[in-house]
């Protein structure tokens, strides 16, 4: 069954659209504002999910110079075959590794009906923080993944090098 959040089409969600959601939002906001207890956790959680927002980014980053050396191995004139299908093989892994970390760096707002129990509202961000580390740390997998998938290249390539000159 096709699933539109997978896609993250709905570029509405967790958004206040009438007055009446707005007000709801502020009203449920400055409860949980006035709770001294709670300003500990959520600085912990936000911490965490900016932790988890960071770490997504430089993964994204490293996952962009993986795929310019795995381009530049491409248009290599005398790239062997298997050679080429490793490469494409590492261009894969950082493509899902990148989609993964995309979903790791959307943008997160507690919704009104989230801040109305302070609970919820806790849970939820577990649940987020949770999820996000789930991802991050499988897209970490696929992009380590095609890191290994350059080193195979370059060996294969050197040792192809070696030996035809021997």
Known sequence: ??????????????????????????????????????????????????????????LLQFNSILLAVLAIFLTADAISSTAFFITIAGIFLILISSYLLLDVVWVHWSAADHMHIREDHELKLLEVRRSRTRLYRIAWNFSRGSLLMVAAVVIFELFLKITEKV
């Open 1 to 58: 069954m096709f699933n539109h959040k997978l896609f993250r089409f709905n570029i509405q969600d967790q958004l206040p659209e009438t007055k009446e959601e707005l007000d709801e939002y502020l009203k449920n906001l400055k409860n949980l504002l006035s709770d001294q207890q709670q300003e500990p956790i959520f600085a912990h959680l936000y911490e965490n999910l900016s932790i988890l927002d960071a770490k997504a980014a430089s």
